[in-house]
C-alpha cells in the first residue's frame, strides 16, 4: 500500500474467533449536520492506551476482503494531515449501515501504529496505540442504536450513519518521525476496525490512511531561534590570469519546515574577468550508512541524493556581478514535504542482503 494513497479502502471479512483486536476504519471528506452533532454532543471520548502486544495481524490484513455481502461501511476522518509527538491526532470513525438485518455492532477500536519497512516486503512495528470506543456506559451513536432493551457485549443497530470521534493521544517519544527513502521507510498508519454480526457469524470491517508524525515538539521550537553564531561555508577557486572568484554560503537557523522555503544568504567576491549571472542552490539529502555499530565502524558510506534546486538569474531583482565586485543577495529554495532530519542511532538496524545492516 503507497502511503501517499489517500483514498481508504473497506471491506469486510467473517472474524475468526481467535481475534484479539477490535477493528479499525476508513475516512471520509463529507460529513452530514447529524455526524457533526454526533462529534460535538459525544463528550466523552475514550482513552489511549498501549496495546500490550503488537497487533501483527493488522500488518497482514489492513484492508479485509469477503466475498460475503457488504452490510456496513466505515471510514476515518483526520482533521489535520501533520502531526508532532506530544501531540494528538483528532478525527472520526464514520459507519454506515444499509441493511434492516439484525445487525449487532461490537467492538468499535482505533489503532494508531508505527511501522519501518525495508528490503522487499519486510515490515517491523515499533509502537501500536489504541482507543475502544463500546461498553456498558457508553452504547453506540442514537443515530443507529434500535430503540428498547439494548446492552453489550453486542448492541443492535439500525440502518443510518453514526460517527465515533477520537482523540489519539502521542507520547513525547513516538520514536522516529515519518521517513521515505529509496531503501526504507518509516510508516503511521491509523486503522479503524468494526467487529459486528448478523445471526451467529461474526464479521469484521476494517480500514486504514497514513499519517504524518514529526518526533518531538522541543525539535520544531528550534525552526524560530537563531544560532548562536552564523554558519558559514565557502569555496575559493582561481582563474589564471583572470583572477580569484570566492563564493560564501550562510544559515542562520538551524532548522527549517518540511514543505516551506529555506533561505540561504550567499555572498559573491568577484576578481575575475566574468560577469556572474546565475546562483545555482541544491538541497541534498544525506544518508551515513554504517555495516555494523558506529563507535567500532566511525567512517561510513554516504548516500546522498538532490532533493530541491533553484536558481536566481541576473533581472530586476539582482542584476548580476561585474569584474572586481563583490554583493550579497538571499536566494530561496522550497523544500519538498515529507522530509526530516533524523539523528544517527534513531533507527533500528535492518538487515539487507548478503547478511549486512544499514542505518537509515
Not at 135 to 150: M, V
Not at 215 to 223: D, Q, V
Not at 259 to 272: K, P
Request: charged share 25%; with cysteine; glycine share 6%.
Amino acid at each position: 500500500m503507497d502511503h501517499t494513497d489517500i483514498n481508504p479502502k473497506t471491506e469486510t471479512q467473517q472474524e475468526n474467533e481467535s481475534s484479539h483486536h477490535a477493528p479499525s476504519d476508513q475516512a471520509s471528506q463529507s460529513s452530514s449536520f447529524r455526524d457533526r452533532a454526533e462529534l460535538h454532543t459525544r463528550l466523552v471520548r475514550p482513552r489511549t492506551f498501549v496495546r500490550p502486544s503488537l497487533p501483527v495481524d493488522l500488518l497482514v490484513s489492513p484492508v479485509i476482503n469477503s466475498r460475503d455481502p457488504c452490510y456496513m461501511k466505515a471510514d476515518i476522518f483526520i482533521t489535520s494531515p501533520f502531526h508532532i509527538a506530544g501531540g494528538s491526532v483528532a478525527g472520526k470513525l464514520n459507519i454506515s449501515t444499509f441493511q434492516n438485518a439484525d445487525l449487532q455492532l461490537g467492538r468499535v477500536a482505533i489503532d494508531l501504529v508505527g511501522i519501518e519497512e525495508y528490503g522487499f516486503g519486510h515490515q517491523k512495528m515499533f509502537i501500536a496505540l489504541a482507543a475502544e470506543f463500546i461498553d456498558d456506559d457508553h452504547p453506540p451513536p442514537s443515530t443507529i442504536l434500535r430503540q428498547g432493551e439494548n446492552s453489550g457485549p453486542f448492541w443492535s443497530i439500525r440502518k443510518g450513519e453514526g460517527a465515533f470521534p477520537f482523540d489519539v493521544n502521542l507520547p513525547l517519544d513516538v520514536g522516529p518521525g515519518t521517513f521515505d527513502s529509496g531503501t526504507a521507510r518509516i510508516r503511521y498508519v491509523i486503522y479503524g476496525t468494526i467487529l459486528f454480526k448478523i445471526g451467529d457469524k461474526k464479521f469484521l470491517v476494517r480500514c486504514c490512511r497514513d499519517v504524518a508524525v514529526a518526533p518531538s515538539l522541543g525539535e520544531f521550537r528550534k525552526t524560530v531561534t537563531d544560532f548562536d553564531r552564523e554558519v558559514k561555508v565557502f569555496e575559493e577557486r582561481n582563474f589564471v590570469p583572470e583572477g580569484s572568484l570566492k563564493l560564501t554560503a550562510n544559515l542562520s537557523r538551524p532548522y527549517w519546515f518540511s514543505g516551506g522555503s529555506a533561505f540561504v544568504d550567499v555572498l559573491v567576491e568577484n576578481e575575475t574577468q566574468f560577469r556572474i549571472k546565475t546562483i545555482r542552490v541544491r538541497l541534498v539529502r544525506r544518508i551515513d550508512v554504517y555495516p555494523k555499530d558506529p563507535k567500532n565502524h566511525p567512517t561510513p558510506a554516504t548516500l546522498t541524493k538532490t532533493m530541491a534546486r533553484s536558481e536566481l538569474n541576473a533581472g530586476s531583482r539582482w542584476t548580476g556581478l561585474t569584474f572586481n565586485k563583490q554583493d550579497a543577495v538571499t536566494c530561496e529554495i522550497d523544500i519538498p514535504k515529507g522530509q526530516l532530519t533524523i539523528p544517527l542511532g534513531k533507527l533500528k538496524l535492518a538487515s539487507v542482503k548478503r547478511g549486512h545492516a544499514k542505518k537509515f
